[in-house]
Every structure is written in C-alpha cells, then in structure tokens.
Nanobody, 119 residues
Framework: QEQVVESGGGLVQPGGSLRLSCAVAGNFFSIHTMGWYRQAPGKQRELVAVSGESTNYADSVKGRFTISRDNARNTVDLQMNSLKPEDTAVYYC???????????????WGQGTQVTVSS
C-alpha cells in the first residue's frame, strides 16, 4: 500500500519561511511527477509546484517557493520564503505513481499540512 506522508507546516509571520517535506513509500514501478497543491478555505485546490520532466510553479509563488525532489529517496520538499497571508492554506503533496510497467498513472495524496501566515 502506497503512502504519502507530509510534514513541516505551521504558523509563521509574514515574510517568514517554512519548509514542507513529503515522502512516498510503497511498492511501485516509478513515480512520474511529485508536487504540491494547496487549498484555502472556500477555494478550489490549486497547483503550487510540480517536479517531473520539468519544474513548474504557480505564478503567485514564482521567485519565492522552490521545489526540490530526491528520486533516490522518493521525497519532495517545498521551500517557502517571503510568505504572505494569502499563502495560508492546507498544503497537499501529490505523487503520480505507476504501479507496474503496464499500469496507468494513479494519483496519491498526502493527508495535508496546514500553513498559516499571520502576524
């Protein structure tokens, strides 16, 4: 059974930094992309950053957030700098996993970690 486990959320003042970490465990053929999404109250879940063949960021976080992936350890981190109150949300780690050579990609999600930016 694959598991996606996140850590690192919390409360930070505007302008501060946080680092989120995510690890994928289980038996699978490969992980195609790993990324971070977020969902603020009353809003839809949105992409923050994703690492695959290329790295992509939401326009709202470009220059402030950095995603880093370790393929050997099946982990992905999100370094968040210059945080703003509008970054407040539950952050979810996502991995698109291929279970076997012949299977299609499947989404796996973490349980979510709260990030609150407030003075």
């Amino acid at each position: 059974q694959e598991q996606v486990v996140e850590s690192g959320g919390g409360l930070v003042q505007p302008g501060g930094s946080l680092r989120l970490s995510c690890a994928v465990a289980g038996n699978f053929f490969s992980i195609h992309t790993m990324g971070w999404y977020r969902q603020a109250p009353g809003k839809q879940r949105e992409l923050v950053a994703v690492s695959g063949e290329s790295t992509n960021y939401a326009d709202s976080v470009k220059g402030r957030f950095t995603i880093s992936r370790d393929n050997a350890r099946n982990t992905v981190d999100l370094q968040m700098n210059s945080l703003k109150p509008e970054d407040t949300a539950v952050y979810y780690c996502n991995a698109k996993v291929q279970k076997t050579l012949l299977s299609s990609l499947r989404d796996y999600w973490g349980q979510g970690t709260q990030v609150t930016v407030s003075s």
